[in-house]
């Protein structure tokens, strides 16, 4: 079944550090990806998503995420962490057939900012 | 555009007890998700509408678990009765059609003691 892993439970950078955060997908076709961050207490916000073409993909907030199919991977990058950055973070692939938009999320990784 | 609206943003039960989440999508939004993010995973999907009727629903408890969206709007999700391992962050989503970005709300926590 199609699935993604998030291999970091917690990661903590200090401000103006650069992150990467890891997400590895399982799926036979050409994926659609996506990266969430949710805020505590809030619901989850949409960073990017890549269905295909460029596979380095801008998004909010200055995230950016490259598509590497060779290594199964659509890993998240900063160049430079905000304080404001702290939250979880999810790596999720459109899973299922004609009912569309079906996403499965991994588990998560929770980013801690040291000033 | 107002974003997704639920209520209530938490609610604490007795197992047994049933429970209601309300969901009020963005305004012509067809299609309609429901999700459950226990502590430590996830969100998972429990159902999906499009419009008014289900597409699905493969992960629902249906033993306890029941969700509506009449008129093709606001949505209900409803447990009954409730068992501790139901408590968890329920999160409502909603997309202009099934293959556009979902926009989500801030969820529902609710603790089964």
């Known amino acids: 079944a199609q699935s993604v892993t998030q291999p970091d439970i917690h990661i903590t950078v200090s401000e103006g550090a650069s992150l990467e955060l890891r997400c590895n997908y399982s799926y036979g076709a050409t994926p659609y990806l996506f990266w969430y961050v949710q805020s505590p207490g809030q619901g989850l916000q949409l960073l990017l998503k890549?269905?295909?073409?460029?596979?380095l993909v801008q998004g909010i907030k200055g995230f950016e995420a490259e598509f590497k199919r060779s290594q199964s991977s659509f890993n998240l990058r900063k160049p430079s962490v905000h304080w404001s950055d702290a939250a979880e973070y999810f790596c999720a692939v459109v899973t299922g057939g004609g009912g569309g938009n079906k996403l499965t999320f991994g588990t998560g990784t929770q980013l801690k900012v040291e000033l | 555009e107002a974003g997704v609206a639920q209520s209530p943003r938490y609610k604490i039960i007795e197992k047994r007890q049933s429970v209601a989440f309300w969901c009020n999508p963005i305004s012509g939004h067809a299609t309609l998700y429901w999700y459950q993010q226990i502590l430590g995973q996830g969100p998972k999907l429990l159902i999906q509408?499009?419009?008014?009727?289900?597409?699905?629903d493969s992960q629902l408890p249906k033993d306890r678990f029941s969700a509506e969206r009449l008129k093709g709007v606001d949505s209900t999700l409803k447990i009954q009765p409730a068992k501790l391992e139901d408590s968890a962050v329920y999160l409502c989503?909603?997309?202009?059609?099934?293959?556009?970005?979902?926009?989500f709300g801030n969820g529902t926590r609710l603790t089964v003691t």
């Open positions: 509408f499009q419009n008014n009727g289900v597409v699905d």
């Open positions: 989503a909603s997309s202009l059609d099934p293959n556009s970005p979902l926009h």
């Open positions: 890549y269905f295909s073409g460029d596979t």
